[in-house]
């Protein structure tokens, strides 16, 4: 155990991927469904995002945005698909750094997880297999149409890059495309991008190798993994590591520890998955605790942190370096401002998974708008 003098602070200013923070504190990717109808921002959305910095979270981490126009998985999503979005990202991006605090994007194809405008449009999977929770079947990719996105998510890489962001995460978590072909269960294919893991690593790989190509060997590129897909036949954990490390050798800057298991979490607490509890504060954590031991890399964790004190306690006693938190700060934007001013008390938040409205995303019980 740790005494007072001995404890590591939450606080302190540190380094990730050459991006300097003023706390250990993250703001997950969080869908706000605010933007216009083809992904431009808002005022709500500039508003939403100069109260997270003056709530001083230490590190922003956009809602996601998709790397095609054709592409849009959920509505009121940002999009980041051609240079029209350069210049108001830039006004976002400065607002935001003005507060102190830093801003990466994160960017996705969201492939068969999806109920939005199905009918109207090409959805792409590695396979024709149903996503587990829609049902939604999409279009086996050809070579050609995986060349496509790949060069896809660099140009908007590069985009990220130009309009100030101090990093981009690519979304390989939560079935969505990226997950998908990491996945044996969704992922049948026979070519070079199926079978063994090395070659459904592929897609995931073949996006970084081209986007480092476009916005240099300095900017931050992290990604966003699936500790384990929760069912039998799935992407295991094991497999999970190991693609940890392979990111870990071709020079990733960071890694948040997910899961695909939002609704569900909080009543799956306790369960055991490939040897590892779910545990009720930070659904991930013992996922996340051994992948900071099994890389070099700085390792963010998400799911279910409500509690201050617990944060803390994980922080001292692994090698998880950062705590990224969603739904609570729907809530309370000032969270982390709070509890760095010493008003200790957990997040306000109770997890009614009421955020979702027709109106945008934001806390009904405690912060409307």
Known sequence: MYTNE?????????????????????RSATWENMTTEDGHLTKELYDIYEELAKG?????????????????????MMGIYDDSFIQEYKKLTKLVHSYGSKIIMQIAYGGTKTKFNL??????????VPERST??????????????????????????KDAGFDGVEIHGAHTYLINQFLSPYYNRRTDEYGGSLENRMRFLLQIYYKMREKVGKDFPILVKLTA????????TFEETKLI????????????????????????MTGEIFDGYE????????????????????????????????????????????????????????????????????????????????????????????
């Open 6 to 26: 001995q404890k590591k602070s939450l606080f302190h200013e540190n380094n990730l991927a050459n991006i300097d923070l003023k706390n250990r504190f993250v």
């Open 56 to 76: 001083e979270v230490g590190l922003i981490i956009t809602g996601y945005g998709n790397v095609v126009k054709e592409e849009q998985p959920n509505p009121g």
């Open 119 to 128: 009918g109207e449009r090409v959805i792409y999977a590695p396979s024709e």
């Open 135 to 160: 049902n939604v079947l999409g279009k086996s990719m050809s070579k050609d149409e995986i060349d496509y996105i790949i060069n896809a998510f660099a140009e908007a890489g590069k985009r990220v």
């Open 228 to 235: 384990t897909e929760f069912f039998e036949s799935g992407l």
């Open 244 to 267: 940890c490390k392979k990111l870990e050798s071709v020079g990733i800057d960071g890694i948040e520890i997910s899961g695909n298991i939002h609704g569900k979490a909080k009543s």
């Open 278 to 369: 779910i545990k009720e504060e930070g659904y991930f954590i013992e996922y996340a605790k051994i992948i900071s031991e099994t890389v070099n890399v700085p390792i963010i964790t998400v799911g279910g942190f409500k509690d201050f004190y617990n944060i803390e306690k994980v922080f001292n006693e692994t090698n998880i370096g950062y705590f990224a938190i969603s739904r609570p700060l729907l809530a309370e934007p000032h969270l982390i401002k709070r509890w760095k001013d010493g008003h200790r008390k957990p997040a306000k938040c109770v997890r009614c998974s009421k955020c979702r409205t027709p109106k945008g995303n934001y806390c009904v019980v405690f912060n409307k708008v």
